[in-house]
């Protein structure tokens, strides 16, 4: 997630330059075919590249809003997945009667990793020590490691209520939180296995080239420096912005503009740990960037 401090402007020029080199280019040979060739006469009016750049910039500007709503939507699920990771470890402290430390300590540091390894799960990443210790630990092998934990949380559930420490009430609340995070970890996986249509950024590349194509036809050709330069600044600001709208459709990249899948879970673990009297809170270290992950 971008920090509201020095944001690299780098960073995002990074992450365009092939597609400014490859407009320049495309520019300069438009520019050049204009004035040096046998299309040194031809002309267009210039509403015809305004129409061209009208439709590109609709088709950017829905293209943005839908990469937005999947950015969004993701920062939501994580604020619901930290409100449900609180709740869990409210209620079981409530329902569960005195002397049951073991078993709350044992949901606290169960739902620490979950968060842990629900983030390294959508990224696609290897396990951290901390997760892969604890699978080792409780022997947890799965395809979706973070469903198998949540699957232990039901087992201890079930447990406890066998045992008489949890009513059917307070069982059938407690599972109805887990089905929460279910729920909400369902959702992040629809957001990163869904695909945003490549159909749709080839249509707009498409146009894009050829506004840069048709535009110079329909500047004066007394000045060539702010023909080119007109005809390489406009197309380089439509990349970027299909650039920062690609950027945003997958919040589980991995990347800069991620969802800060990391700090959250870091900072689910210390809140339930407060939460069940322990001590051993991590402070939040400051990483220097200009994001968290």
Known sequence: ???????????????????????????????????????????????????????????????????????????????????????????TMQFLPAGSDEEIQAFVRRQAIWNYALGE?????PYSEKVQAYLDEHQIQALNIPNAILDEHSKQIASLYEAG??????????????????????????????????SYSMLVHTMIYLFAAILPFGLEDSK????????????????AIEKTAIIMQDPFENTPVDTPMTTLAQTIENNLKQMSGRNDIQPKVDNGLYYEM
């Open 121 to 125: 799960s959508l990224r696609r990443l």
């Open 1 to 91: 997630m971008l920090l509201n401090r020095s944001i690299s402007i780098g960073y995002f020029i990074n992450e365009i330059k092939f597609q400014i080199l490859l407009i320049i280019l495309f520019a300069l040979t438009m520019a050049v075919f204009d004035h040096f060739s046998a299309f040194r006469n031809v002309t267009l009016p210039l509403s015809v590249p305004a129409l061209v750049g009208t439709a590109v910039s609709l088709l950017l500007a829905f293209r943005t809003g839908q990469s937005y709503e999947r950015w969004w939507e993701a920062r939501n699920i994580w604020g619901a997945i930290v409100n449900d990771s609180r709740s869990l470890i409210r209620l």
């Open 165 to 198: 420490k949890l009513s059917g009430f307070q069982q059938m609340q407690l599972n109805e939180l887990l089905i929460k995070l279910c729920d909400s970890m369902g959702k992040c996986e629809r957001i990163k296995n869904t695909v945003f249509p490549r």
């Open 224 to 239: 060539l420096l702010m023909e080119v330069t007109i005809t390489i600044a406009i197309p380089i600001m439509f990349i």
